[in-house]
């Protein structure tokens, strides 16, 4: 054998041995197996905490199934670790520990109360920059399988978007920190349901048979709202405009004053038009004052007179609400009743009217929520 061929064999040994491409380690395989995870080449690691062994009531067991196979299919090495936390800033500390402790790209929880809106909270740490940032993400109560779906995936996407957010060129090696909590996704708050004290406004007309004028009026009311779409309300009104009785070449004012309570049923209101029906028992209180012949001490010439008397009523009213604003509405109001006994006028003990058999009243107003 020649001197040159024993160099040649043994380069071919080794070729044979150690092929390129074969099974054994290469450069980037060793430094993948080292962990360092500057290296490209170590797989990302994805870790999400589970609630169920510390806040049962508070666990999504079927958004993390569906999250850890979503990080999968992106390639992260996914780590599911019983979460022990249970405040919120513990809760944070946990998440922020995980994701240096296991040099991941980032820790999820999610966390769904027993009642009313759950949250996703989602620590993203960069090994590269060493940044880190932490998102919440509002979610709805429901839990199903579409709903678990939906979560992981916008959860897939806010990563992402983190991801490009920290790989902007920081390469500050100052030490990470609990971030503030960025402004949370919180949906607009459902519309106020109905006031439970009403302050009511109105004006209107009272009529009634028997000759007597028609009244101006003015109403104040302060209805109480209770349970099962009923009310309570009490209400006053005064005659701001009298009205005149002539008979015999004299003349009198009629004026009245009344207080009612009421109870009052509210059907479903039809778009912004609410209506109800009432029922109500109270007082009326009419008043004369009118012009009689004679003077004092019987001479000849006029004289004032006053009266005035109280009777009981009865009445039902229909009403139509129209909300403006939430706490601003029209109200229009219509009551038909009658009193008892009978109201009646007179001049010079000869009846000249009655009223109150029946009565009504068409008012028309605001209605202003109190709280």
Same mark, same amino acid.
């Given at each position: 054998m020649k001197p040159t061929a024993f160099p040649i064999l043994v380069f071919l040994w080794f070729a044979f041995l150690f092929p390129a491409g074969s099974g054994s380690p290469g450069v980037g395989q060793v430094a993948a197996a080292t962990g360092d995870p500057t290296d490209p080449a170590v797989r990302e690691v994805a870790v999400i905490v589970g609630m169920e062994a510390c806040c049962e009531q508070e666990s999504w067991s079927a958004a993390e199934r569906v999250l850890?196979?979503?990080?999968?299919?992106? *390639?992260?090495?996914v780590l599911i670790i019983p979460g022990r936390a249970t405040g919120e800033r513990e809760r944070r500390l946990e998440l922020q520990d995980?994701?240096?402790t296991r040099a991941a790209a980032c820790a999820v929880r999610i966390v769904r109360p027993a009642a009313g809106q759950g949250a996703v909270e989602l620590w993203i740490n960069d090994r590269v920059t060493r940044k880190m940032l932490f998102r919440q &993400?509002?979610? /709805?109560?429901?839990v199903g399988d579409r709903e678990a779906e939906i979560i992981a995936l916008r959860v897939v996407e806010?990563?992402?978007?983190?991801?490009?957010e920290l790989r902007l060129p920081d390469r500050s090696a100052k030490p990470p920190v609990v971030p503030p909590v960025v402004r949370r996704l919180i949906p607009k708050d459902p519309p106020a349901g109905p006031s439970r004290l009403d302050l009511l406004l109105? /004006? #209107?007309?009272?009529? /009634?048979? =028997? #000759?007597v004028p028609v009244l101006g009026m003015l109403h104040l009311g302060l209805r109480l709202r209770l349970p099962a779409s009923f009310s309570v309300t009490g209400d006053v009104g005064l005659s701001i405009l009298s009205g005149d009785i002539h008979?015999? =070449? &004299?003349?009198?004012?009629?004026?009245? @004053?009344?207080?009612?309570?009421? *109870?009052?049923?509210?059907?479903?209101?039809? =778009?912004? %038009?609410?209506?109800?029906? #009432? &029922?109500g028992a109270g007082v009326i209180l009419p008043r004369a004052e009118g012009i009689s012949a004679g003077g004092i001490s019987g001479d000849? *010439?006029? /004289?004032?007179?006053?009266?005035?008397?109280? %009777? #009981? @009523?009865a009445a039902c009213r229909f009403d139509l609400v129209w909300s403006l604003t939430p706490r601003l509405a029209a109200y229009l109001s219509v009551t038909a009743g009658f009193a008892f006994p009978e109201i009646t006028v007179r001049f010079a003990d000869r009846e000249v009217a009655h009223a109150g058999n029946p009565f009504s009243e068409v008012l028309a107003g605001l209605q202003i929520s109190l709280f």
């Open positions: 850890a196979r979503e990080f999968r299919a992106l *390639g992260f090495a995980l994701t240096e &993400l509002e979610i /709805s109560p429901e806010m990563l992402r978007a983190s991801l490009l109105q /004006s #209107g007309a009272w009529i /009634s048979s =028997g #000759g008979a015999d =070449g &004299l003349s009198s004012t009629f004026d009245v @004053a009344e207080a009612f309570l009421w *109870g009052a049923w509210h059907p479903a209101p039809v =778009g912004r %038009v609410a209506p109800a029906l #009432g &029922l000849p *010439g006029l /004289s004032m007179k006053k009266d005035d008397t109280r %009777v #009981g @009523a």
